[in-house]
């Protein structure tokens, strides 16, 4: 679901403070280097620009420099906490609450839409209005 935080990154910082620096990464290194034409198309109905996007892997030093780490779903959220470690895990907590976010990937391009549709009504949570 690298490419879902990819999105969520765009979103949360359009709607966030100037200040603010969201970065993006998954927890595996299946999809490293690689961009999504799916949910780049997804992202691009919503205005939002992945094209130069590329899935990473997260690091312990990605999740050393966060403020806060916020996962997609529950059980990528039971990961982090597993590798994170005792003085980051106060950093991490679910991107949309209690609702987890639907993986689109093998689906159809409307899943993608939904999913990045998702992702954007989520970034109310995290980032005031402007």
Not at 18 to 28: C, D, M, P, Q, T
Not at 55 to 83: F, K
Not at 109 to 117: I, L
């Amino acid at each position: 679901m690298s490419i879902a935080i990819a999105v969520a990154a765009l979103a949360l910082a359009r709607r966030g403070a100037v200040e603010l620096e969201v970065r993006s990464a998954g927890l595996i290194g299946k999809w490293e280097g690689e961009p999504n034409e799916s949910m780049i198309a997804a992202a691009r109905r919503l205005g939002l620009d992945l094209t130069a996007h590329r899935g990473q892997q997260i690091t312990l030093d990605m999740l050393s420099w966060a403020d806060s780490v916020l996962a997609m779903d529950a059980a990528v959220l039971e990961t982090l906490r597993a590798i994170c470690g005792e003085a980051n895990e106060r950093k991490l907590g679910p991107y949309l609450g209690d609702r987890e976010l639907p993986d689109p990937m093998g689906k159809d391009q409307e899943a993608f839409h939904a999913c990045a549709v998702l992702i954007e009504a989520g970034t109310a949570l995290h980032v005031g209005q402007q």
